[in-house]
Nanobody, 115 residues
């Protein structure tokens, strides 16, 4: 059973930065895709960034140039560096791994961006 634990969320002023981490355990299988999603109050969960096993990255248009997804394979951890944060990016951020075609989710870490 894959377990994902996010950390690094918190309160930050607009224009500030945060670095989210997601530590994975419980799998020795190949991880096809690592990703970060977010869900703001009253809105649907949306993709923020993803990273494939081939190191192909995908970003939501709204975060391109400001957010960076990366991984530390030996530590089985994926990161999301978020710069120039905006108030509308206040949300719960979730880590997602796809292992053998099955998605796994963390419980999320809240990010609040104040004006």
């Amino acid at each position: 059973q894959v377990q994902l634990v996010e950390s690094g969320g918190g309160l930050v002023q607009a224009g500030g930065s945060l670095r989210l981490s997601c530590a994975a355990s419980g799998t020795s299988f190949v991880i096809n895709t690592r990703g970060w999603y977010r869900q703001a109050p009253g809105k649907q969960r949306e993709l923020v960034a993803s990273l494939t096993i081939s190191d192909i990255t995908t970003y939501a248009d709204s975060v391109k140039g400001r957010f960076t997804i990366s991984r530390d394979t030996p530590k089985n951890t994926v990161y999301l560096q978020m710069n120039s944060l905006k108030p509308e990016e206040t949300a719960v951020y979730y880590c997602n791994y796809v292992v053998l075609g099955r998605p796994y989710w963390g419980k999320g870490t809240p990010v609040t961006v104040s004006t």
